[in-house]
């Protein structure tokens, strides 16, 4: 951790993305204003003691999990695809969506217990991905892809397809019925276990603040 940030509380945010803007909106709601430039990656706040990290949404459990940042915002599927062991203190009511396995139309595959054994499932979430199908008894080959996942069964790279969904659009555009659900999703704030007891007071305060501010 930079020398200037250990005695200030680090909160993440991603630096991009569908949560970035309701993430900073909450903060700001919460008195926590980002004064940052564009792409400045640590910003100070109009709270002399909160610092913002921005970074990579998929990257905030890392950061948070080794101290680098105090607080975070970040998806619960990204939480559960990295494993790493952080608190989860709020739901934070954005950011919703569903983790969904997905087929081909005309697939005849009308649920993931359908799946044939040895099967190429294409996701940007194999770890979670591949703990869904052990716990059906289902054995896949997870590709890891990052990024227009949805064209892998047309590509004939994997006959499903694990991934995010919030209206089903993208699905249907591209030919694709979603089959069954992973898991739900939104916006979570997380914390650093040894931040969670050595910076208590401010992490709850901060805590209660944007509870009481989300839907």
């Known amino acids: 951790m930079p020398p200037e940030t ?3 509380l680090v909160f993440a945010v991603p630096n991009k993305g569908r949560m970035r803007d309701p993430a900073l909106r909450l903060l700001e709601s919460a008195g926590i204003k980002w004064l940052g430039e564009e792409r400045a990656y640590l910003s100070k706040t109009t709270d002399p003691e909160i610092d913002i990290l921005s970074v990579r949404a998929a990257d905030i459990p ?10 975070g915002i970040t998806g619960r599927d990204i939480v559960a695809e990295t494993g790493l062991e952080v608190y989860e203190l709020a739901d934070l009511g954005f950011g919703c969506c569903d983790l969904v396995v997905a087929v081909s139309k005309d697939s005849g595959i009308r649920s993931p217990s359908e799946i044939p054994h040895g099967s190429k499932i294409a996701t940007e979430f194999p770890n979670v991905a591949k ?3 052990d716990e059906i008894g289902i054995q896949v080959e997870t590709i890891t892809l990052k990024g227009a996942v949805e064209i892998a069964p047309r590509l004939g790279l994997a006959i499903a397809i694990v991934d995010i969904s919030s209206t089903g659009a993208t699905l249907e555009k591209n030919r694709l019925s979603a089959i069954g659900k992973v898991m739900s999703s939104s916006a979570r704030l997380i914390c650093n276990k040894i931040s969670y007891k050595t910076k208590y007071d401010k992490v709850e305060a901060i805590t209660n603040k944007l509870k009481g501010l989300s839907p």
Do not use: H, M, P, S
Not at 62 to 71: E, K, N, Q, S
């Open 6 to 8: 250990k005695e200030r």
């Open 62 to 71: 890392v950061y948070v999990y080794y101290g680098i940042a105090d607080l």
């Open 131 to 133: 703990a869904y199908f």
